[in-house]
DNA sequence: GGTTCTAGAACC
DNA sequence: GGTTCTAGAACC
């Protein structure tokens, strides 16, 4: 028996124990060698560990078993499960097999560091989450903050804006309508009349009260430029409304 | 004896079976009444265990003393530990008292439901946690999308706005520029030559040229303004436009 | 890695 | 609440 350097010393003595067929009342194969049976447990522990082990203990030698994975094999009898007392116990591993030696270095013993570092970790990543949790918190806080200023602050900035434009354009076409009426008016009234059509001198406005040929002709000019005025106001009128 | 009815019977039990004299050889009170020991132990598992528990096994006796917070009494021996291989086992509790049965009450099994129930809230809290962290991030990505939202938003409507009022200036501006500067040219243009400084009366400027102007005079007066009042009606188109 | 005491968890 | 199997943890 050839065994692998690395297998732990509890293995290879449990191998020799069952294989052992010197302690076959105490300890054998299942019939299908992919078990081992503790045929008297009281004697087993007190007779037969001591010479492998630093111990007489059967809840020691359990221990061992369930550390390198061993599982006790239970007996379900008529759909219950029916441990008869002090039968024999019986455990079991995938690679704890009859003449398969080769297979026990694929058992191996459950680190007792790892589950202490689970613990640890999970210690850990709580930590973490909390902090992370933390930090998303305050980070939102930050955001919300910073998208109600920018919405005011737009708002803002809008409403600024707007406003100048809104006063450009009333100052502009007030200014500009005030200047055109202005002007227009100056210039009309002082403008003579062109339009007496039998080519005679033209007269000012002023001069023709009393010219029944000028009369009509005025009353033209004066439709055409309230017309042309009155798109202006409504022009004007237009444009404030559409401010509001 | 008395017990109260709210002790659990394990230790009804235990009790009476360390105070029995005729379990002595098996178990018994220590000297100093403290403790109890079990002096043969393979013998106790299997005749006496059954007369009152539902098992003949040590390792669930120990197992409920365990529950119940009693400890096994270590021996040490010149500074180290030293447990003699088949001697007594000994187990204390501060509660289980030789003649003090009224103690027993005191004695609590340790709830199994509280620890799992610590790790229950672990996993319950890290749950919740996790569910927060979910919440928060999505909440956070929409935020964000918000955010960016917002900003955009912000620069188009800045922008469209602006661009409205810009225009709104730039042709009202230059349409009522020149709708007076139109005006002003025409009118002027045809106003009489007043200033020939001579008290002749005045002429007009085609009177300057030729006096078969007078015709091309009014065509001219036509062209300008219609010249202007199609400004105006440019400009009201315009205004309909920005309306939309 | 081995031994021991105690605890967890599932099932009864 | 009791019993059983398995695992944790400390110590060696």
Redesign the pocket.
Known sequence: MKHNS?V????T?LWTLVEDTDTNEFICWSQEGNSFLVLDEQRFAKEI?PK??????M????????????????HIDTG??K?E?DGP?E?QHPYFRQGQDDLLENI?????N???E??KIRQEDLTKILASVQSVHSKQENIDARLATLKRSSGRTYMKRHNQMTGIVYRNISVFQRTTISWFLFLFLNRPILMNGNGKKPKFIHQIYDDKVCVEQVSKEWLLFTLCFSKVLFLSAALNKLEV
């Open positions: 690395n732990p010393a509890f293995l003595k560990l492998f082990f630093k111990h007489n203990n809840a020691s030698f359990i221990r061992q078993l369930n550390m390198y994975g061993f599982r006790k094999v239970m219950i499960v441990q007392r116990v455990f191996k013993r459950k680190v007792s790892a589950r202490p689970d613990n």
